[in-house]
């Protein structure tokens, strides 16, 4: 078995980049690439905006990039540098050399991200399988990490919903444009994906991840973050128990908040986005 992350033909890793460049095509701001080596691999960052007020990263979900961003961007940016990687080990225009067996493997690449974008100090949000990634970066690089935003980070405090998986596992092994419509539809009620998004999480099926999946953090993990930090979730998530993954939270996170957003799902940032990015734009202003 191979010990790092390929696509399963030069055919697929073609297709992908299609879409990709596809994909990009939407990105809303003014943007540079930015590559930063690190022993994990090389990691392909995208730097938008412009401002005084704290830089932020932005770690996205399963099956995404730095473009999954695209749809809320410019309001995270408005008066502050974003950096959008793609995270290494999964598809994108980030390329895995070395292993990355463990949490603690993501952990050191995010430190090592964030020393080679030559940030002493920045803010972190991470959504979904995003936030498993931010919160091990949180817990690692402690002087570095200003303050963290948890987006449906589900995964990263409680096991998923049994029913959940079922589905997930069910529509990977039929990744049908139809077969994934249909459980993001019921996973992410009221988000509205683009074509070329869509076309993007397809391609990405055809990418064999050799990396850990997101598993609950210990509570010595979570007791290690420092920084100020607001686990944001939507109410009626279907991924899993919010009010249990709050409460892991906040009985081991000493400065925290925890909001669940009624009505919200688990894409509850992009469902809702007049309600939650208020939310952390003011988190992260009180925290600048």
Known sequence: MPSTGRFTSEAARSAYETAYRD???LWP???EDVRVETAYGPTHVRRSGAGSRTPLVLLHGLNGTGLSWHGVVPALAADRVVYAPDVVGTAGRSEQTSPLTSADDYAAWGAQLLQG???QRAHVLGYSE???FAALL???ATDRVGALVLGEGITALVRPDRKVVSRMVRAAALPTARNLARLDEWLNPGVTLTDADRALARA?????RRTPWPSPLPDERLRAITAPTLACFGADTRLGDPVAAGRRVTEHVRDSRVELVAGGG???LWQLPDRVLPLVDEFLRAHD
């Open 204 to 208: 990405a099926m055809r990418y064999r």
């Open 138 to 140: 949180a817990s690692r």
């Open 130 to 132: 995003g936030a498993w």
């Open 29 to 31: 701001l003014p943007s």
């Open 23 to 25: 994909l990009e095509a």
């Open 117 to 119: 974008l030559g940030l």
């Open 266 to 268: 688990h894409g509850v």
